[in-house]
């Protein structure tokens, strides 16, 4: 079974850092292009950052732009979402997500419906 597995949520305060991993079980997503999605409660769930297959292009939601960094490196088939100077409004469910609509592509994909493959999610709160 294909899943992929976040970690590195947690509670911080407001200012700190965090750095989420995904790391997919099953098979390599390294030609695949990469998302994070979030979701607070009481609300939908959101494009956050996305990459392509190699990393070289990127992509922010306004609201993580500057503060977000994603990045990936596929010897260890892994996705990372670096985020800086947290604040309480970025309190949600983290999501990591892999498309098979853009392989070996520079497409970078915002809409949820549009990814294959979802984790379970890590917890991200952030206290005032």
């Known amino acids: 079974q294909v899943r992929l597995v976040e970690s590195g949520g947690g509670l911080v305060q407001a200012g700190d850092s965090l750095r989420l991993s995904c790391a997919p079980s099953?098979?390599?997503?390294?030609?695949?292009?990469m998302g994070w999605f979030r979701q607070a409660p009481g609300k939908e769930r959101e494009f956050v950052a996305a990459?392509?297959?190699?990393?070289?292009?990127?992509y922010y939601a306004d609201s993580v732009k500057g503060r977000f960094t994603i990045s990936r490196d596929n010897a260890k088939n892994t996705v990372y979402l670096r985020m800086n100077s947290l604040k309480p409004e970025d309190t949600a469910v983290y999501y990591c997500?892999?498309?098979?609509?853009?392989?070996?592509?520079?497409?970078?994909?915002?809409?949820?419906?549009?990814?294959?493959?979802w984790g379970q999610g890590t917890q991200v709160t952030v206290s005032s």
């Open positions: 997500a892999a498309t098979s609509v853009a392989t070996l592509s520079m497409v970078i994909l915002t809409a949820a419906d549009e990814y294959d493959y």
């Open positions: 990459l392509n297959w190699i990393g070289a292009k990127t």
């Open positions: 099953g098979r390599t997503f390294s030609t695949y292009s």
